[in-house]
C-alpha cells in the first residue's frame, strides 16, 4: 500500500473533522499550544499564589493580629508555598520547554504528543485539589509546604487532599519529563551533536532527568503520611517506633534538587537572553554546560542543610556544610561567564535584558545569602527566622519568576507575531525590581535581629522593617496586574514583530568553536 498516499488522506480527514475553539484547544496534542495552555495555566495560578501572599503581608503590617486567625495564617503560608512552586514555576518553565525545545532542536512536535496533552491537563486537576482544601472542614494543611510530621496527624481531609493533589503533580512532571528528554535525545537535527545544542535545551535535559529522579522520592514520603495517616503505620510517628526526622531526610532529598529544577531551565533562559542583547556569542560554552551537569549532580548531596538543627551528628554537619560551599564553584563559573558575555559587548536595554541582567545580580545575592545559611554555626541561630524567607525569595522570585518574565517578554514576538509596548515592559521591570528589593531586603535585617517565619504576630521592635516590607510587597502584587495587561494586549494585537525583532541580534556568523546558544527564534545559524 502507498503510505504517503493514506498519510495525505488522513490529513484531508483530520483537516476536515478538526475541532474549532475550546474543542481545539482540549484536544489539542500541538506543543505550541500546549505551551501556551502551561504558561496562561501558570499565569493564573502566580496571580493565586500572589494574591494569598498578599494577605500574608496584610496581617503582617502590624504587630498584634488585626485580620486572620493564626490557623488561617498558617493555611495561607502553606498554600502561597505550595501554589508557587508547583503551580506556578514549575509549569511555565514546562511551557517554555514545550513552546522552545522542538524550535531549538529542529523537531516538528515532542516525541509523545497525547503523553503531552495528558500532562498538562493534570495540572487543573490537581490545582483544583489544592485550592478546593480552603473550602473543606478545618481549611487547608497550616503545617508548612513541606508537610512536617506530627502535624499531619491533625490535619483534617484537607491533608488528603493535598497529597493527592502532589501525587497528580508529580505524575505530570514525570510525564513531562520523560517526553521532554526522549525528544531531546532522538529527534534532534541532522548534524546537531549533544554539545552543539542551545543551552536552554542542555538545562532542560538536565532538569528533566532530576525530575525523573526525585518526583518518586516525594510520592514515597507522601505516601508513607497517607498510610500513616489512615492505615495504621508508624514511619513518622514516634509513639509508635517511627522518626518524624526520617521525613525531613526523604523530603529535602527531593526538596534541594527541586530547587534546582526551578532555576535550571531559568539559566537556560538568562543564558539565551544575555548573548542576543549583548550581541556576542555567550561566553564559556562547554563550562556552562559541565557546569550545570555539576549543579544537578551536587544537589543530591547537600539536601541535610535544611536540617542542621535536628541533632544531626557533628560529621554530618561537616560534609552537608562542604558540599553546600562546593555547589558555589559551578554557580560561581555561570555567573562569570554571563559577566563575560557582556563585557565589551554592544549592549542594548530592552525589557528582555533588563530583567536578566536583574536576575545575574539578585540572584546573586540570593546565593550569598544561601553560602551564609550553608554554615552550621550561623545557620543554627538563623534557622526557621525571616533570613530564610529572604534569601530562598531572592533565589525563586528574583531567579526563577523574574527570568520566567524576561523569557516571555523575549519570546512573546515570536509566539504572538507582534510586539509588546516596550515603554509598559520597561515600567514593569522598574516596578517589579524596585518593589521585591523593598519587600525582601528587609527580611534580611529581621531575620538576623531574630524575628522567626511562619508567625502572624511579633515584637514591637520588628514594625518598621515589617511595615516597609508590606508595602513593598503591595507595590510588587499590583505592578503584576501591569505585567497581565502587557501580555493580553501583545496577544491582542500591535506592532508586528517582523522576522528578527531583536534588531541585529542575529547577525553574526557561528564557528564550530564557538557553539551557539541558538538565541532569538532558532533560525538555524551559519556554520563556517
Request: aromatic residues 16%.
Amino acid at each position: 500500500m502507498n503510505t504517503t498516499a493514506v498519510n495525505v488522506a488522513a490529513d484531508h480527514h483530520d483537516h476536515d473533522h478538526a475541532p474549532s475553539g475550546v474543542m481545539r484547544w482540549l484536544t489539542s496534542t500541538n506543543h505550541k499550544d500546549i505551551g501556551t495552555l502551561y504558561l496562561w495555566f501558570s499565569l493564573f495560578m502566580f496571580f493565586f499564589a500572589g494574591a494569598l501572599a498578599m494577605l500574608i503581608r496584610a496581617e503582617l503590617f502590624e504587630p498584634g493580629l488585626q485580620l486572620l486567625h493564626p490557623n488561617v495564617f498558617n493555611q495561607l503560608t502553606t498554600m502561597h508555598g505550595l501554589i508557587m512552586i508547583f503551580g506556578a514555576i514549575m509549569p511555565a518553565l514546562v511551557g517554555f520547554a514545550n513552546w522552545q525545545v522542538p524550535l531549538m532542536i529542529g523537531a516538528s512536535d515532542m516525541a509523545f504528543p497525547r503523553l503531552n496533552n495528558w500532562s498538562f491537563w493534570l495540572l487543573p486537576a490537581a490545582g483544583t485539589l489544592l485550592v478546593a482544601s480552603f473550602f473543606v472542614p478545618g481549611g487547608a494543611i497550616a503545617g508548612g509546604w513541606t508537610m512536617y510530621p506530627p502535624l499531619y496527624i491533625q490535619g483534617g481531609i484537607a491533608y488528603d487532599m493535598t497529597i493527592l493533589a502532589v501525587h497528580i503533580l508529580g505524575v505530570s512532571s514525570i510525564m513531562g519529563a520523560i517526553n521532554i528528554i526522549t525528544t531531546i535525545l532522538n529527534m534532534r537535527a541532522p548534524g546537531m551533536t549533544l554539545m552543539k545544542m542551545p543551552l536552554f535545551v542542555w538545562t532542560w535535559l538536565i532538569t528533566a532527568y532530576l525530575l525523573v529522579a526525585v518526583m518518586p522520592v516525594l510520592a514515597c514520603a507522601i505516601t508513607m503520611l497517607l498510610t500513616d495517616r489512615h492505615f495504621g503505620t508508624h514511619f513518622f510517628d514516634a509513639a509508635g517506633g517511627g522518626d518524624p526526622v526520617m521525613f525531613q531526610h526523604i523530603f529535602w532529598f527531593f526538596g534541594h534538587p527541586e530547587v534546582y529544577i526551578m532555576i535550571l531551565p531559568s539559566f537556560g533562559i538568562i543564558s539565551t537572553i544575555i548573548p542576543t542583547f549583548a550581541r556576542k556569542p555567550l561566553f564559556g560554552y562547554v563550562s556552562m554546560v559541565y557546569a550545570v551537569a555539576s549543579i544537578a549532580f551536587l544537589s543530591f548531596i547537600v539536601w541535610a542543610h535544611h536540617m542542621f538543627t535536628t541533632g544531626m551528628p557533628v560529621a554530618g554537619q561537616l560534609f552537608f556544610m562542604y558540599a553546600t560551599m562546593l555547589i558555589a564553584i559551578p554557580t560561581g563559573i555561570k555567573v562569570f561567564n554571563w559577566v563575560a558575555t557582556l563585557w565589551r559587548g554592544s549592549i542594548t536595554f530592552e525589557t528582555p535584558m533588563l530583567f536578566s541582567l536583574a536576575f545575574v545580580f539578585l540572584f546573586t545575592i540570593g546565593g550569598f545569602s544561601g553560602l551564609v545559611l550553608g554554615l552550621v554555626p550561623v545557620d543554627i541561630q538563623l534557622q526557621d527566622t525571616y533570613y530564610v524567607v529572604a534569601h530562598f525569595h531572592y533565589v525563586l522570585f528574583s531567579g526563577a519568576a523574574m527570568s520566567i518574565m524576561a523569557g516571555v517578554y523575549y519570546w512573546l514576538p515570536k509566539w504572538t507575531g507582534h510586539m509588546y509596548d516596550e515603554k509598559l515592559g520597561k515600567l514593569h521591570f522598574w516596578l517589579t525590581a524596585i518593589a521585591f528589593n523593598i519587600t525582601f531586603f528587609p527580611m534580611h535585617f529581621l531575620g538576623l535581629a531574630g524575628m522567626p517565619r511562619r508567625i502572624p504576630d511579633y515584637s514591637l521592635q520588628f514594625t518598621d522593617f515589617n511595615r516597609i516590607a508590606s508595602l513593598g510587597g503591595f507595590l510588587l502584587g499590583v505592578s503584576q496586574l501591569l505585567f497581565l495587561y502587557v501580555v493580553i494586549k501583545c496577544v491582542r494585537g500591535g506592532k508586528p514583530a517582523g522576522n528578527k525583532p531583536w534588531d541585529g541580534a542575529d547577525s553574526l556568523e557561528w564557528t564550530q568553536t564557538s557553539p551557539p546558544p541558538y538565541h532569538s527564534f532558532v533560525t538555524p545559524p551559519v556554520i563556517k
